[in-house]
Each structure stands twice: as structure tokens, then as C-alpha cells.
């Protein structure tokens, strides 16, 4: 399994590479302009793979689970981040290497009305880019909306692309060559058919395959679970640990989609998921106002964060509301009578905050499973772990073949940085442990 994942990712590299290279070494091929000087090559050669790499991002977020499946969706997204940094860095520093080699090319014409419509473009284009990171990277310290700042996001990205392109067009100098020309408009059509994908074909296909929501149950800690069955079709099949953008009080063709663990076992009959959300804010805060009999959307499943690597023990560290894939974890092997040990590390601010709590006792009927609660906030009375989970605690509760066992983390980004660091100190290889960061914007 795992190398079948290695050669995958190998083969998908490598065509993402030949789409950001392939366009640049072609505008090499051929008849040739006259040569400039190295400064002005070397700012356009930055332009084109900027430019390359901006485009590439629709197929990074347009969900193709071949693509997606070896290592997993939360890690793409996150790729996704840093790439576009990157991309929107090679477009800036393009102009400005111009600038500082005093290019003739930016020579201001006497009037404003003379400036190449080319130019005007880059403008556009680059002025779009900046506003794009700034409310990506401070969007809530800006007190943007998700939803509102996702439409945003969309519109502001197709403004730079689309300009870049124009700007790319007008300047024309190594875009005289027609056979380049048509490269480039053939990989503007590509890009184009990725978002027609995304925001039309796929949600044609949900529409068909709705879900009902059969009950909505209250869990401890402002947390809801909504039981959904398929309506009309057999639903899908998911491995525990996965999730799925859900869409509520809309249909599949609004903008903004919402992802969220699957809770439920993965054995569980006719098709049927259940998601458990906490209440954190803007989405999550209209959620337990869902009633029994509601049409939603589920688009899934994605993840690579699921158990099935053969292993002594499996020890599921969860913060917060990052139990949610770990109970999907629990209640599939309980129906499924594996008897392998299982370690879960659970930290909660307080007693009350542990959602599934009562259950998860009872689930150590059914299994070998040992539960460990690590509370930052703990009663008086409380003679259990407190403050964060460490290692110390692993050590104090995990059997000394640390290398041997399987870890999967999920929880606040501070808390999974710290416990991978402790992992790392205890010489757990890299491999055997797994991380999903479900925070994508």
C-alpha cells in the first residue's frame, strides 16, 4: 500500500512539474526574438512561471480523489497556501527586477492614455494578487466572513489570471510564434475547464445524489451531530477517519462548501453518515438550528488520515473537537470486532467539553481500548492528566515499543505541532505517524 502511494505521488509530481515547466522551456523552442540582456530575461521567465503556477491552482483545489488520495486532501490545501505565496511572489518580483535594471521597457509614455493596454493589465493583474493575500492571510483579523471572503477569493484569483494572460498577450514578445501562442491559449482553456468542472459539472452530479438529514442529536461541549441518509441513491463508502464538504440551506451550486469529519462508522447500514460539528463561530453557529427532514449536500469522501496499516496498536491523540475522526475510528472497529489495542489521548479545556464522552466508556465493552483525559481546566476533584498532552503522558501510559504503534493526531494546529515534536524526541519514525490540520483557509 504505502508504495503503491510513493509511486503515485511520484507520477503526480511529476506531471505537476511538466505543466509549471513545460510552457516555459517551450517559449525556448523555435524562432527566437532578439536576445536582451540577462536581468530583463531572467524578471520574464519569473512572469511566465508564476503565471503557470497560478493557473495550476484550480486543479489543486478542484478535489479529483485520484489525485487528492495519496496524501490527502488537508495536505493539498496547504500546499495549495504555500504555492500560491510562492507564484504571487515570482509575479511581483517580475516588475520589480525591471524596475531595478531600469528597464526601457517601463519607460513612462507623455501621456497616461499612451500606456500599452499590456501593461494596464499587469497592473490589474498584480494589484489583484496583492488584495488576494492580504485577505487570505488576515481574513480574520480583517473580520471577513468565510463565505464572503471565499467569493472573493474565487473572483480576485480569475482577475489576476486572466490579466496576467491579457498582459502576457499584449507584450507579445515571445508570443509572435503562433504555435506558442496556441500553448498558451490551450493551457487558458485547460485552466477554464477546471473551474467549469469545480463549480458546474460536479454540482450537477450532487444534485442528483442528495442526502436527508434523519436526526440531529445535541453532544456535550456546544457540539451538534447530524445523522444524514442518502435520498434516492446508495450513498457512498468511506473509511474512518475521512470527511466530506457538506452544503446546507443551499443548493451544490453555491460557492462556499464546508468540511467536516465523518463521525460515524464506516460499517454503518444503508449509506447513512453522521457529521459532529462544534459550534466555533460564523457556519458552525447556525448549525444546531438544523431540524430532522432537511436536503443537504455531501461531497466526499476525502482524506488520506484512516486507519489500515497493519500495526501492534493504534494511539489516537485528539484536542478538542479533533475527536471527531478518531470516534469514526472507534465505532468502525468496535462493529467490525477488532480486538487490537487501542490508546486514546484526549484533551478537553474541562469535564463537560468532552464530546462523546459517555459513550466512548461504554464503547470499552466492545474493544481493547485504554482512554487517557488530559484537562487544561480539571474539577477539584480530578485525579487524571491535566495540562497538555505530551510526553510524559505517552510515557506514562503508552508501552515502551513507541516505534512499533500507529498515531494519528488531530486538534488545534499549536497542539499537533507539540505532540509531533515529542514524537520526533521519542524517535517515532515519521511514517508511523499521521496528522489532518482540518483548518483549510
Request: net charge positive; proline share 6%.
Amino acid at each position: 500500500m504505502r508504495y503503491r502511494d510513493f509511486v503515485r505521488k511520484a507520477i503526480w509530481s511529476a506531471i505537476y512539474l511538466l505543466f509549471i515547466l513545460a510552457p516555459l522551456f517551450a517559449l525556448l523552442a523555435g524562432d527566437l526574438p532578439p536576445a536582451r540582456n540577462f536581468g530583463t530575461e531572467f524578471s520574464v521567465a519569473l512572469g511566465y512561471s508564476g503565471l503557470a503556477m497560478m493557473g495550476l491552482q484550480f486543479g489543486l483545489t478542484a478535489r479529483f480523489r485520484h489525485v487528492t488520495e495519496p496524501w490527502g486532501e488537508d495536505v493539498i490545501y496547504h500546499f495549495h497556501r504555500r504555492v500560491s505565496l510562492l507564484a504571487v511572489g515570482l509575479v511581483v518580483v517580475h516588475p520589480l527586477i525591471l524596475i531595478a535594471i531600469r528597464s526601457e521597457s517601463l519607460a513612462m509614455p507623455d501621456s497616461i492614455w499612451d500606456i500599452p493596454w499590456g501593461a494596464r493589465f499587469a497592473v490589474l493583474s498584480i494589484g489583484a494578487l496583492i488584495v488576494l493575500v492580504v485577505t487570505a492571510l488576515w481574513r480574520k483579523q480583517l473580520k471577513i466572513r468565510y463565505e464572503i471572503w471565499h467569493l472573493s477569493h474565487i473572483v480576485l484569483a480569475l482577475t489576476a489570471i486572466g490579466a496576467g494572460m491579457l498582459h502576457m498577450v499584449g507584450w507579445g514578445f515571445y508570443l509572435a510564434d503562433p504555435l506558442k501562442r496556441t500553448l498558451w491559449i490551450g493551457m487558458t482553456i485547460f485552466w477554464i475547464a477546471l473551474l467549469l468542472y469545480v463549480r458546474i459539472i460536479k454540482p450537477v452530479f450532487m444534485l442528483r445524489r442528495p442526502y436527508r438529514i434523519v436526526e440531529v442529536r445535541m453532544e456535550r461541549g456546544d457540539t451538534t451531530t447530524l445523522v444524514m441518509r442518502p435520498e434516492g441513491h446508495a450513498g457512498f463508502r468511506f473509511k474512518p477517519g475521512q470527511f466530506g464538504w457538506l452544503t446546507l440551506w443551499a443548493s451544490p451550486f453555491r460557492i462556499t462548501g464546508h468540511p467536516f469529519s465523518f463521525s460515524s462508522s464506516a460499517e454503518a447500514p444503508d449509506g447513512r453518515v453522521e457529521m459532529t460539528i462544534r459550534n466555533l463561530g460564523d457556519f458552525t453557529s447556525a448549525v444546531k438550528t438544523v431540524t430532522a427532514g432537511q436536503r443537504v449536500y455531501l461531497d466526499g469522501p476525502y482524506g488520506a488520515f484512516t486507519i489500515g496499516n497493519p500495526t501492534d496498536m493504534h494511539v489516537l491523540i485528539a484536542g478538542g473537537i479533533g475527536i471527531t475522526p478518531m470516534m469514526s475510528m472507534i465505532r468502525t472497529l468496535a462493529d467490525r470486532g477488532d480486538r487490537r489495542p487501542l490508546v486514546l489521548l484526549y484533551g478537553g479545556k474541562d469535564w463537560e467539553s468532552l464530546t462523546f464522552r459517555d459513550e466512548l466508556d461504554a464503547l470499552r465493552t466492545r474493544l481493547d481500548l485504554k482512554i487517557v483525559y488530559v484537562l487544561s481546566n480539571p474539577p477539584n476533584a480530578w485525579t487524571g492528566e491535566t495540562g497538555r498532552i505530551n510526553a510524559d503522558v505517552f510515557r506514562r501510559h503508552l508501552p515502551p515499543e513507541y516505534t512499533d504503534h500507529e498515531y494519528f493526531i488531530c486538534g488545534p494546529d499549536v497542539m499537533m505541532d507539540a505532540i509531533e515534536t515529542a514524537l520526533g524526541k521519542m524517535k517515532v519514525p515519521i511514517a508511523r505517524y499521521h496528522s489532518e490540520r482540518y483548518s483549510f483557509v
